[in-house]
């Protein structure tokens, strides 16, 4: 079992950064992939970022990439999410994940842990 808490949500106005902060407990060992989701509402989740944690690599979706970055604390069981120039659409629940094993990087079905989220809400 891996437990995951996130944090470093708020409201911020556009154009601002917001960094999230996700802290893994458990059986982090066996984590293999670990990544950001989001959930507007009415909207369907929608990967964000992710990591392989073997070689560090990371993933974006095409709507964030440049403007977010994912990386993995020093004692590795801090996941951080770096969001700068950010939008009235990020706004969204911020949800992190982690997967035993290596999967499709943004299908939500990859993922078996989840936090309880952290809002960010971004104003025009």
């Known amino acids: 079992q891996v437990q995951l808490v996130e944090s470093g949500g708020g409201s911020v106005q556009a154009g601002g950064s917001l960094r999230l902060s996700c802290a893994a407990s458990?059986?982090?060992?066996?984590?293999?992939?670990m990544g950001w989701f989001r959930r507007a509402p009415g909207k369907e989740s929608e990967g964000v970022a992710a990591?392989?944690?073997?070689?560090?690599?990371?993933y974006y979706a095409g709507s964030v990439k440049g403007r977010f970055t994912i990386s993995r604390g020093d004692g590795k069981n801090t996941l951080n999410l770096q969001m700068n120039n950010l939008r009235p659409d990020h706004t969204a629940m911020y949800y992190c994940?982690?997967?035993?094993?290596?999967?499709?990087?943004?299908?939500?079905?990859?993922?078996?842990?989840w936090g309880q989220g952290t809002q960010v809400t971004v104003s025009s």
């Open positions: 994940v982690a997967a035993s094993t290596v999967g499709a990087y943004f299908d939500p079905q990859t993922y078996t842990y």
């Open positions: 458990g059986y982090t060992a066996s984590s293999r992939l």
């Open positions: 990591i392989f944690t073997i070689t560090n690599s990371t």
